[in-house]
DNA sequence: CGGTGGACCTGCTGGC
DNA sequence: TGCCAGCAGGTCCACC
């Protein structure tokens, strides 16, 4: 479910409300996901306060007091939500944390995708599973020259290319197809085949699209969609130009959006403005 | 090495 | 009404 801007969404609102909190309880209702939840190290949470909220691609970091991260990953399904302590449970509620006297913070996950672990903010940053990811999209590192160097020689689908983390880092499968779409390049062009003026248009509609759903709170796509901690929905998805629209009219030029899959994903794309 | 396809899970929808 | 195929916002791994 949640890409780079959904995970900024709920990390802002996380800032706000929570920050500062110290965590005196934690329950792992189910350890089974995609990483298996370590119980006793989340247990060992317990006393320690949460001094800030990061994001890297998509991933959610909660900086401690003791100089560790908790890394949360949401995977397809992930939600985070606050309560009042005490909430009867959700059936995907797998780990609960309790704030201060009266506040919850649950990790719900139907398909139990996504992940939670604990790591020193140096081997998060060296050596760690982050290691391997590209840069932020808003970062001064994503260059256009940057992006042609990382591309050189790639025959993949440069829709395939964008949604490689470790290339750039937070951007899944709706916003890649809409940051395609804003720079009028076809999904199924190899990498290598883009010419300079492409790349940049192309960097310069990633950051836009992004910046656009972040300040829209996200995108929430169906009822059962994206919600900030607070069971909000974001408003992006009366902005998205082409991700589940096929067939209706291209809002530039009135063509039929067409639907394909390209490496077992759906891509939408306009046929006569993408080239 | 690069590229493809499958696996991991649950839940919902649409067709028959 | 029931059943089944197909689909879903993400990664990771095995294989050619």
Redesign the pocket.
Same mark, same amino acid.
Do not use: D, Q, W
């Given at each position: #479910?949640? +890409?780079l801007p +959904?995970v900024e969404t709920i990390r802002r609102y996380l800032a706000t409300k929570v920050c500062g909190m110290v965590i005196t309880g934690v329950e792992v209702r189910d350890q089974?996901l995609?990483q298996p939840v370590d119980t006793s190290v989340l247990r060992g949470l317990v006393g320690r306060r949460m001094v800030a909220f990061g994001r890297r /691609?998509?991933?959610l970091l909660v900086h401690l007091d003791d100089g560790r991260t908790m890394v949360v =990953?949401?995977? #397809? !399904?992930g939600h985070v939500q606050l309560c009042p302590r005490g909430a009867p449970a959700g059936? =995907?509620d797998h780990v609960v944390f309790t704030l201060g006297s009266d506040t919850e913070l649950r990790y719900n996950d139907?398909?139990?995708?996504g992940a939670i672990l604990v790591v020193d903010d140096k081997t998060w940053g060296d050596g760690g *599973?982050c290691a391997?990811l590209g840069p932020e999209p808003f970062d001064d590192a994503l260059t256009v020259h940057y992006l042609q160097e990382r591309a050189a /020689?790639?025959? &993949?689908?440069v829709k &395939?290319f964008l #949604?490689d983390?470790r290339v750039v880092a /937070?951007?899944?499968?709706?916003y890649a197809n809409e940051a395609l779409y804003k720079a009028g390049i076809n999904p199924q062009r190899? *990498?290598?085949s883009l010419s300079e003026g492409e790349w940049r248009r192309l960097r310069r509609a990633i950051r836009g699209v992004l910046r656009a759903a972040i300040k829209q709170g996200?995108?929430?796509?169906?009822d059962? /969609?994206?919600r900030n901690p607070a069971g909000e929905g974001?408003y992006f998805q009366v902005r998205l130009a082409v991700y589940g629209r096929e067939g209706s009219p291209c809002r530039r030029c009135g063509f039929p959006l067409v639907r394909t &899959?390209v490496?077992?994903? !759906?891509t939408y794309y306009c046929p006569r403005c993408q080239r």
């Open positions: #479910m949640p +890409e +959904e089974r995609r /691609g998509k991933y =990953h949401l995977g #397809m !399904s059936k =995907h139907p398909r139990r995708f *599973a391997c /020689g790639r025959r &993949v689908p &395939v #949604m983390g /937070g951007v899944g499968n709706i190899p *990498a290598c996200g995108t929430t796509l169906l059962e /969609g994206f974001g &899959v490496a077992r994903r !759906s």
